[in-house]
């Protein structure tokens, strides 16, 4: 390589200097929101995989909003404050989407645990819980891929410089709020979707109690064992199709409202 060819290959890596700073700013906050993101930042998925999503959704967003980042030079102390303040937003906004999943997995235990199935399966996963739980997150992360969720996510990612300013801390009091919201919303929603199991498991041991009480002499819990098995299945089968997309219909409104509060 001629000593010309070398100054020009500086000067031109010299001239994407501010887009590969911009670039590292946006990778700050998605690299950390990637840790929690649902489907795409899964535990079951490689790390290799994860880092390669990582790159490409910065390499969306960074065009973006690359005016509105803050410049990363000027000494240690602003460069720590911005890779801190990144950083916890990326930690935030995955939080909030990933309490929707929890949300799935919350209503599947209350499910499985009113219908009898709580240990059917349990540790198929790598967090032990219920089948349930795994059909109803493993049903609900595919719809949300089929329906565009790397399309949202990218939205949901360039909204955030809107309510999350690069490079400044979020207020603690607001902060405060807003996670005791997104927790209330979680557990409302996995009751909500949990709720016809709720009434089912109630109606039954009623039922299953007036017959005790009507012929003492019947072995009701080998009666009964078999029958809310087969109802807790059978429910699940049929409400599955309602429960799935209530729970993405809340999941996509918290992505396109995410400071707002459940409707």
Do not use: C
């Amino acid at each position: 390589m001629t000593p010309d060819m070398f100054d020009a290959l500086l000067a031109h890596i010299d001239s994407l200097m501010p887009e590969l700073v911009n670039g590292f700013g946006v990778f700050l906050r998605v690299g950390a929101m990637m840790a929690l993101m649902p489907a795409f930042g899964e535990t079951v998925i490689p790390v290799r995989v994860r880092l390669a999503l990582a790159i490409a959704f910065t390499l969306i967003i960074t065009p973006a909003i690359g005016t509105d980042l803050p410049q990363l030079r000027g000494g240690p102390v602003p460069l720590v404050t911005v890779i801190a303040a990144e950083g916890l937003a990326g930690l935030t906004l995955g939080v909030g989407l990933r309490l929707f999943v929890i949300a799935l997995q919350t209503a599947g235990t209350i499910a499985a645990q009113a219908t009898s199935l709580s240990q059917f399966f349990g540790g198929a996963g790598v967090d032990p819980q219920p089948a349930m739980s795994q059909i109803l997150v493993m049903a609900g992360l595919a719809l949300a891929v089929m329906n565009g969720l790397h399309v949202r996510l990218a939205e949901f990612l360039i909204l955030s410089y809107s309510f999350f300013p690069p490079g400044q801390f979020p207020g603690g009091g607001n902060m405060g709020d807003w996670g005791t919201t997104q927790v209330s919303r979680a557990f409302t929603l996995a009751f909500t979707l949990a709720m016809p199991f709720v009434i089912m498991s109630v109606l039954y041991y009623v039922a299953l109690g007036a017959i005790n009480k009507a012929m003492p002499q019947l072995m009701v819990a080998f009666v009964g064992a078999p029958a809310i098995t087969f109802a807790g299945l059978a429910l699940l089968f049929l409400s599955a199709p309602l429960i799935l997309p209530l729970w993405h219909s809340a999941f996509e409104g918290f992505i396109a409202d995410p400071t707002g509060t459940p409707r």
